[in-house]
């Protein structure tokens, strides 16, 4: 499992409040990106980071945001949830460099529902 | 961007028949091209990966090819048994960048007796 772990695994929340979504690393990677899956869509990336307070947006960063304050943590943020953000959402990393892509290894997901 | 299609959505095969899973992407720069395996409420797992200076790549009963000319790429599943029921996912890079992957939309594989 590459030592990632994500906390918690299942939260349902209402709408309008913030979450946090934990995910931990025991390997010290570079690399981590949050994804958030949903029927007919894949994995869609939502924010990555290159290291400690290095991150940036993916393709659907929009409501979210990412701190990595340490090379093993690496936290997303719903600042106000909505039910359009009710998804599975999976943290991963990568050993590639970045000159050499390599596999991502995911963690076990966060199943997040907004009522 | 990169962008990636994956078809079709679902497959359903008769165990011991082939299955095919074809991918295409848009980048002629992506160099780097993984499949991955979700069995249901698991993880996405890697399954095979191909890399752009290869056309073909084996393991035991799954292969996957590259044509880099048409930007696509394909799995291909022999001999399928019902632990190969799961949803697969094709991926490839964002150019320039370190692993940031753009994932197909997924195809669920039934294996039925």
């Known amino acids: 499992d590459a030592g990632i772990t994500q906390s918690p695994r299942h939260k349902v929340t209402e709408t309008g409040t913030p979450v946090t979504l934990r995910c931990h690393q025991t390997?010290?990677?570079?690399?981590m990106y949050w994804y958030r899956q949903d029927p007919g869509h894949g994995l869609r990336l939502i924010h990555y980071?290159?290291?400690?307070?290095?991150?940036d947006k993916g393709e659907v960063s929009d409501g979210y945001s990412v701190s990595r304050s340490k090379t093993e943590d690496f936290l997303l943020t719903l600042e106000s949830a909505t039910s359009s953000q009710t998804s599975v959402y999976f943290c991963?990393?990568?050993?590639?460099?970045?000159?050499?892509?390599?596999?991502?290894?995911f963690g076990q997901g966060t199943r997040l529902t907004v009522v | 961007g990169e962008n990636v299609e994956q078809h079709p959505s679902t497959l359903s095969v008769q165990e011991g028949d082939s299955a095919v899973i074809k991918c295409t992407y848009s980048d002629s720069a992506s160099n780097y091209f993984p499949w991955y395996k979700q069995e249901l409420g698991k993880r996405p797992q890697l399954i095979i990966d191909?890399?752009?200076?290869?056309g073909e790549k084996k393991d035991q009963r799954i292969a996957v090819t590259l044509n880099k000319t048409a930007k696509h790429f394909s799995l291909h599943i022999t001999e399928t048994q019902p632990e190969d029921s799961a949803v697969y996912f094709c991926a490839a890079p964002r150019p320039g960048t370190a692993s940031k992957l753009t994932f197909g939309t997924g195809t669920r594989l039934q294996v039925t007796l």
């Open positions: 390997e010290n990677h570079r690399y």
């Open positions: 191909i890399r752009s200076n290869v």
């Open positions: 980071s290159y290291g400690v307070k290095d991150t």
């Open positions: 991963a990393i990568s050993v590639g460099t970045a000159d050499m892509n390599t596999e991502a290894f």
